[in-house]
């Protein structure tokens, strides 16, 4: 499927890691005449879809990317499953891994890892039901409600989680279950794409996306890169993977579909 449907593939808590110290980062700040060369960094991206060993990569990669680019340090992207990536950054095995959402009310007390101080983007999720049908939003306990996979516990009532965005959007044209969410990035143009005129979307909630570190690392060294590189940087590369843009409220047939959700067709 496309590129952009798997990016957000998150929260899923793995067991509880030993937290290791994060790769020494840091120049010397007792010299201000000190050149030694900042260490690179490890960073740990996991597969979002994409097929890196056959070119084909996520644009999300690029942010990483983009930010050595920009601040002049050396970075080693490195591609593991979802799992084993957060693992290593919770580890201090690398420096951090990106992305991961995280709810904006919610903290890294008791869990293995650190979110970083700073959030660098936002993601759209949108609610997706029939059309003509209404959810009672304050009570969506009382429905059935899927979302992709590795995601569910972002909710706070039961979700089921599905393989693929388009079997969910199936199920909820063919009334199987009564609604879907997940990131407009993802599920947008998988729905364009089937051309399911049944289906309307609304806006459930925005997202912070951050990167993952390890405890020991926080507001240290690498967290502060993470905080300046996001400051710094052409935030116009995060609207070619179509995240920390604002929600457009169009529905299937009225004509108003943003280009870039066409263009992923």
Same mark, same amino acid.
């Given at each position: %499927?496309?590129?952009?449907?798997?990016?957000?593939? @998150?929260?899923?808590?793995?067991?509880?890691?030993?937290?290791?110290?994060?790769?020494?980062?840091?120049?010397?700040?007792?010299?201000?005449?000190?050149?030694?060369?900042?260490?690179?960094?490890?960073?740990?991206?996991?597969? *979002?879809?994409?097929?890196?060993?056959?070119?084909?990569?996520?644009?999300?990669?690029?942010?990483?990317?983009?930010?050595?680019?920009?601040?002049?340090?050396?970075?080693?992207?490195?591609?593991? &499953?979802?799992?084993?990536?957060?693992? %290593?950054?919770?580890?201090?095995?690398?420096?951090?891994?990106?992305? %991961?959402?995280?709810?904006?009310?919610?903290?890294?007390?008791?869990?293995?890892?650190?979110? @970083?101080?700073?959030?660098?983007?936002?993601?759209?999720?949108?609610?997706?039901?029939?059309?003509?049908?209404?959810?009672?939003?304050?009570?969506?306990?009382?429905?059935? *409600?899927?979302?992709?996979?590795?995601?569910?516990?972002?909710?706070?009532?039961?979700?089921?989680?599905?393989?693929?965005?388009?079997?969910?959007?199936?199920?909820?044209?063919?009334?199987?279950?009564?609604?879907?969410?997940?990131?407009?990035?993802?599920?947008?143009?998988?729905?364009?794409?089937?051309?399911?005129?049944?289906?309307?979307?609304?806006?459930?909630?925005?997202?912070?996306?951050?990167?993952?570190?390890?405890?020991?690392?926080?507001?240290? &060294?690498?967290?502060?890169?993470?905080?300046?590189?996001?400051?710094?940087?052409?935030?116009?590369?995060?609207?070619?993977?179509?995240?920390?843009?604002?929600?457009?409220?169009?529905?299937?047939?009225?004509?108003?579909?943003?280009?870039?959700?066409?263009?992923?067709?």
């Amino acid at each position: %499927m496309k590129l952009l449907l798997t990016f957000l593939v @998150s929260f899923v808590f793995c067991t509880a890691f030993a937290d290791a110290p994060a790769a020494d980062e840091s120049a010397s700040n007792n010299d201000s005449a000190d050149t030694t060369p900042l260490s690179p960094l490890h960073v740990s991206i996991p597969f *979002m879809g994409d097929m890196p060993g056959n070119d084909i990569e996520h644009p999300l990669v690029n942010v990483i990317r983009q930010w050595g680019h920009e601040t002049g340090r050396e970075i080693t992207i490195e591609r593991f &499953p979802f799992k084993r990536s957060l693992m %290593m950054a919770a580890t201090g095995e690398v420096d951090f891994h990106f992305p %991961m959402i995280k709810d904006h009310d919610a903290t890294d007390a008791g869990l293995p890892f650190g979110y @970083s101080e700073t959030t660098i983007f936002t993601v759209n999720f949108v609610l997706y039901t029939r059309r003509g049908e209404t959810l009672d939003l304050d009570n969506l306990h009382n429905y059935r *409600m899927a979302t992709f996979g590795g995601h569910g516990k972002l909710f706070p009532f039961p979700t089921s989680e599905d393989n693929t965005i388009e079997s969910s959007l199936r199920k909820l044209d063919s009334g199987r279950i009564d609604g879907f969410i997940f990131a407009d990035s993802g599920a947008d143009p998988v729905l364009f794409e089937l051309g399911l005129m049944g289906i309307q979307r609304q806006l459930y909630k925005v997202y912070d996306v951050h990167a993952v570190i390890s405890h020991r690392a926080k507001k240290g &060294p690498i967290d502060q890169f993470i905080t300046e590189a996001t400051k710094n940087m052409d935030r116009n590369i995060l609207g070619l993977a179509q995240v920390d843009q604002p929600y457009h409220d169009w529905q299937m047939g009225d004509g108003s579909v943003p280009a870039l959700v066409q263009s992923e067709k």
